[in-house]
Structure formats: structure tokens, C-alpha cells
């Protein structure tokens, strides 16, 4: 019997095989990466949202006065005051301020002026910020709304808060309590 031949039919057989088999699994693992990027893009989106909400409304339930500017996101920026009870010297702002930088990238919340980026840039992923500002409401309400987007997968993540102002309640009580004294 003669098999001459045999083995090179069988290398033409398996390479298509193999070369489908390896295809696939490639296709798998970049599929399998590509979800991760955009899993972490979206959790790191939340969770810049949700640091920057929680850091204000923080500050934002000690506060005796609370200075808004701007209705749009551009110009907003919150200067928070909160109440110390101790030396006058001792009392310090904390400021949150939405801007675009000076370069083509998105726009960013920053604390303390502009030297701490809440937002922005991350190895997982870009943000971007469509939205930050406070709305004063009625009884010592504060709304906090903050917007952002990813800028790898283009989803969108918005957080209000209405926060209520205890010192500046406590401030407004003792200002109403004086005016009917005098």
C-alpha cells in the first residue's frame, strides 16, 4: 500500500482548522477586552460622579453660607463655608468649580481652586462633564446636580441631591428670632 503523500494531506486539512479555531479565539479575546474597557470606562464615570457628590453634599451639611455662581456649568462653582466652632482663623472655604481646561479635553470639576481634578482623566477611562451646578430651594434646600459622560463608550450618568442646610437653617432661625426681639 502505498501512503506517500498522506501527511501532506493531512497538514492541508488541519491548517484551515487550526487557523479558524485560533481566529476565534482571537476574536473572543479582543471582544472580551474591548467589554472590560468599556465596563471600567462606565464604573470609573460613576464613581468620579458619586466622589465629587459625596465630597459637596459633605461639606454642604456643615455650612453656614454657601455662595452659587452662574446658572450654566461653565461659569457654576459652589464656595462653601462651613461652620467652625473654634478661632475665626481656623475657618477655611472649600470651592468646587466645573471649567474647561485650556486644552481640547473635556471639562472638569476641581476642588481648591485648580490644582486637584475631581474628574477628567483616568487610565480607565475619560470623562466629561455635561452639568454641575446647585439650585437654592425653599426651607434650606440645596439641589446638586451633577452630569457627566464617558468619553469611551458615550454613556451618560447623572446624579441630583437635594441637600438640607442645617446651619444656615440654625443661622436663618436666630436671624428671625433677633428681628422679632427688636
Request: with cysteine.
Amino acid at each position: 500500500m502505498d501512503e506517500r503523500g498522506y501527511a501532506l494531506l493531512q497538514i492541508f486539512v488541519s491548517l484551515p482548522i487550526l487557523a479558524i479555531l485560533l481566529g476565534s479565539m482571537a476574536c473572543t479575546l479582543i471582544w472580551g477586552a474591548k467589554m472590560y474597557l468599556y465596563e471600567m470606562a462606565d464604573w470609573v464615570l460613576q464613581e468620579e460622579m458619586r466622589t465629587v457628590m459625596e465630597r459637596v453634599t459633605g461639606h454642604l451639611q456643615t455650612a453656614y453660607r454657601v455662595n452659587l455662581s452662574g446658572e450654566e456649568w461653565m461659569q457654576g462653582n459652589f464656595r462653601i463655608f462651613p461652620a467652625v466652632y473654634g478661632p475665626e482663623d481656623m475657618q477655611q472655604s472649600y470651592s468646587y468649580e466645573a471649567r474647561m481646561p485650556d486644552s481640547a479635553d473635556a471639562s472638569k470639576i476641581y476642588e481648591m481652586g485648580y490644582h486637584l481634578p475631581l474628574t477628567g482623566d483616568n487610565m480607565w477611562g475619560h470623562t466629561g462633564l455635561r452639568c454641575f451646578r446647585g439650585k437654592l430651594k425653599p426651607n434650606c434646600m440645596l439641589r446638586v446636580e451633577v452630569k457627566g459622560y464617558s468619553k469611551i463608550t458615550w454613556h451618560y450618568f447623572d446624579l441630583y441631591a437635594d441637600v438640607f442646610l442645617p446651619e444656615m437653617a440654625r443661622k436663618k432661625k436666630a436671624e428671625m428670632a433677633d428681628d422679632e426681639d427688636g
